[in-house]
């Protein structure tokens, strides 16, 4: 493999927010651009003019043009922070270690600890950087506009890397910190920067240059840094390591928790009249169907109690039928893997509950596809189990059934990353996200 391609993890001189200018940093951060609503687009606009979503995801307006347009306004928009000393640059290339201290889901306590650095861009096929997850066009040509416009990267990729022993941790954890930045946020994670520095941290990035990254969260913005990469390299015929073959990510060990990977369930409506009357009566044949009883709130508990405990030896999902506002759980009557070997899928892939529930459930029973019984039904994603029990609580009769899933595991995502495949789309939910606007990198400084 050419040196070009291999795995680096390496400091960067970060652009931080002026604490003199900017006193109070949670008035300027912003959630990754991915799971932000238009709604919510508005309002961290609103909420100061330093927020770093006028960077990340400006506003569009009716009277845009190629030479007037967000991409544009946040190309002016850095340089003119730059300039006024909003955003300062580090005095010398660092490490950020991030520390984020959050609820986990059942309201226990937990922490989450990475490393903010800048990582050589490696093609998939090489097997340094793995994909977890499958990506669409749209998103990837908004981003590349960004970075041609910007040259910045303005929110970190989320990876992950083994480390059983947390060995990386602990050299971080003896390294001298210069400054110290800490802010909660609106769901009240608490959030505290360290700028790391000298030979532990070197080290440090030494062992995660040796190990295999898997992507978390960020595929777009992965792909297309590789894309711009590879057009800026032809257009120069630049050789040896320039700024645009790194991108900056924020890496985290694997290993150390799971608590924050949270279960993506689905809602689904415009279903046929066939298709919601008779849905029971057709899962029978590959599902075994439990009704729960009690209140609603009993049934709910249930609900999860038994779908995680059948779960264990079988592919299992809860189901709430907004039709009669009851809850179930379904679980195979065959073990794992229900899916047929069909297209050289591995055995991890074909055992997945998400993969089961979107192509068994989704598309064969309830013909959700242009060609099915179906093909108007719509599938709404919830991330959170409590957030989908405030959706069905607030909006009855919006869609026609809720299908719940438990969560994915790390053993899970690592099986089908190294099976050389990428998870069902939004299979998996990372939280916390890490935060836009804690710091970022220029490619020209």
Known sequence: MPEQETLRV???????????????????????????????????????PNNAIRLDYGLAFPG??????????????????????????????????????????????????????????????DGKILPHEKTSPGPK???????????????PIFCLYSDPDDAIACLTAGAGASAEEELTDEAG?????????????????RAL??????IADGHHRYETMLAYRDARRAAEQSRGARPYDFTMAYLTNMDKDSRWILPVHRFVSGLAADAVSGFLESLAGEFEIRNMSGDEAGQRQKMLQLMAELGKKSNSFGLYLAGSGSYHVLSARRPRP???????????????DVAVLDELVLIRILGTTEEGPSPGARVDYVERTDAAFKKIDLRRGEFQLGLFVNQVGMTEI????GAGEKMPSK???????PLTGLVFRSLNI
């Open 10 to 48: 390496i400091p960067f001189r970060g652009l931080r927010y002026n604490r003199v200018l900017v006193p109070d940093l949670s008035k300027v951060i912003s959630p990754p651009y991915d799971i932000i609503s238009p709604r919510q687009q508005q309002l961290y606009h609103q909420k100061h």
């Open 64 to 125: 845009d043009s190629d030479e007037e347009n967000r991409y544009t306004r946040a190309a002016a928009l850095l340089k003119k922070w730059l300039a006024e000393k909003v955003l300062l640059p580090e005095g010398a290339p660092a490490v950020y270690q991030l520390r984020e201290e959050y609820e986990a889901p059942g309201g226990s306590p937990a922490v989450r600890e990475g490393l903010i650095a800048a990582i050589r861009l490696s093609p998939f096929g």
């Open 209 to 214: 240059s040796a190990k295999t990254l898997l």
């Open 189 to 205: 994670t608490r959030h505290l920067l360290r700028v790391l520095k000298g030979e532990q941290t070197e080290t440090a990035l």
């Open 141 to 155: 040509l908004d981003r590349l506009r960004l970075i041609e416009a910007t040259e910045a990267n303005l929110s």
């Open 427 to 433: 299979s998996t939910y990372f939280y916390p996200k």
């Open 414 to 417: 690592k099986a089908v990353a």
């Open 338 to 352: 229900l899916l047929p070997e069909a297209g050289g899928r591995s055995t991890a892939y074909r055992s997945l």
